[in-house]
């Protein structure tokens, strides 16, 4: 948990309709707030928060495979950017910054969560070009289909190592570039290509006989 923060009481704000990434120049607003929040401003802060915590309670909620513990670990992740604040520097996009912060504190809740004997089965939601077959398969009688396909994309989901599951997360749901989730996953592009290709490769063949029709 995090300690001695100067930011008093601070909880999530009602989450808002459009997610932060659709905004125009998003980063040159988040680089603003950020100086500003260095300053102490609690206004800026709420507002990076509002601007991202769709985004990354549901980023954690698919890693984890747990939406009740996704906005605790999201308010935990805002809380270490109001912390580190005067030390951040735009080396990079926010959201890099940020999404770091995120798959940090969800390794570390997955660890616990592991050493505890308490690895689920569904540790993901959907991923995006399995989602969007199963959406595909809508027709007369599909609502059963559609919900069984889902559930079998989460099963296989789970079964994807680690460092797999974060690169589709972001890759698929937050369309973060290849460059991007190269820094927060600590690697290089050419391995985030590899880790994407082998993630959907072991996705198709367990999901082959939903992707057959």
């Known amino acids: 948990m995090e300690a001695a923060l100067t930011f008093p009481n601070f909880r999530m704000p009602a989450p808002r309709p459009i997610p932060a990434s659709q905004s125009a120049d998003g980063d040159d607003i988040d ?32 890693m984890l495979g747990d939406p009740t513990e996704a906005e605790d670990i999201a308010q935990l992740a805002f809380l270490r950017v109001w ?8 080396d990079a996009k926010f959201t890099t910054y940020l ?20 690895v689920s089965t569904d540790e993901r939601e959907e991923e995006s070009g399995f989602q969007m077959a199963a959406e595909a398969r809508q027709g007369p009688e599909e609502e059963a289909m559609k919900l069984e396909m889902h559930q079998q994309i989460d099963r296989a989901i789970a079964t994807l190592p680690e460092a797999q599951r974060t690169a589709v997360i972001l890759y698929s749901y937050e369309s973060l570039p290849y460059e991007e989730i ?11 290509k590899s880790l994407l290709f082998r993630a959907r490769t072991t996705l198709r063949e367990r999901l082959a006989t939903y992707l057959a029709d």
């Open 99 to 118: 999404f770091t912060i995120t798959r940090n504190l969800v390794f570390n809740e997955s660890r616990r969560r592991t050493r505890r004997k308490e």
């Open 31 to 62: 680089v603003a707030l950020m100086y500003r929040i260095a300053e102490g401003d609690e206004q800026a802060f709420r507002q990076l928060v509002e601007r991202h915590q769709n985004a990354v309670v549901g980023t954690v909620a698919r």
């Open 182 to 192: 190269a820094v927060v996953l600590k690697t290089s592009v050419s391995s985030v």
């Open 83 to 90: 912390k580190h604040a005067k030390r951040w520097r735009p």
